[in-house]
């Protein structure tokens, strides 16, 4: 059981890889308060296992019903991801900022999307959760091995967490200066990551329009 526990754990944290998740994190949050940036990086890994465990339960059935597809949502991701990202090298958020809206209301929202979902709670989390508890069901202890599960998207997004409220720490010790350096730096790696995602989501679909083609 301890074996299935860290397989769980291990992979999941690899997948979500919560370093990532920094650069829009740091940009977000940049104009606020430790405290309310901690909240924020909190409130977004909560959203991030609540997302996940309604996945690991009722994802399979979700995805039927609506007749939808993981990689649907990696192209979807990969478009919110590069305009994030492009705004980001201009020097700005998104989502931008409403005049006279607290930190509190500001941070509610980004910390359900983007930061929560997608990026903490991406495609390849969501994926990887429906097959680790189908996996589960066919062990000896199924039962044991859904509370691992759990156990392990809970763990993996404490940390998550954690990482987040670290980054912001980083950022403070840079200055003005080097904040505007970094929030651009990590726009061109949100570009790159939002890349990834839309290729890896649209190749499926590419591949399935040519095996349509008759061949000639």
């Given amino acids: 059981m301890v074996d299935i526990f860290v397989f769980q754990l291990t992979s999941l944290f690899t997948m979500i890889n919560p370093v990532a998740a920094i650069p829009i994190y740091i940009a977000l949050t940049e ?9 924020v990086a909190m409130r977004a890994s909560v959203t991030a296992f609540i997302a996940l465990s309604v996945f690991a339960l009722l994802g399979e059935a979700i995805f039927s019903f609506f007749s939808i597809s993981v990689n649907g949502l990696r192209v979807a991701g990969g478009i919110l991801f590069f305009v994030m990202g492009f705004e980001m090298l201009r020097g700005r958020t998104v989502p931008k900022r409403v005049d006279g809206e607290t930190d509190g209301d500001f941070g509610s929202d980004v910390a359900v999307t983007p930061i929560g979902i ?9 994926t990887m959760v429906i097959l680790m508890i189908q996996e589960g069901k066919a062990t000896a202890t199924p039962t044991m091995a859904t509370m691992s599960l759990f156990v392990a998207i809970f763990v993996v997004c404490l940390l998550t967490a954690v990482v987040l409220a670290s980054g912001r720490q980083m950022l403070a010790k840079l200055g003005r200066s080097g904040s505007k350096i970094l929030m651009r730096l990590m726009g061109l790696i949100v570009m790159l990551i ?12 590419i591949i399935d329009i040519a095996r349509a083609i008759p061949a000639a």
């Fill in 31 to 39: 104009a606020m308060t430790p405290k309310a940036a901690r909240w």
């Fill in 118 to 126: 997608p990026m903490i709670a991406g495609p390849g989390a969501i």
């Fill in 194 to 205: 939002a890349v990834e995602f839309f290729f890896a989501g649209i190749k499926p679909y």
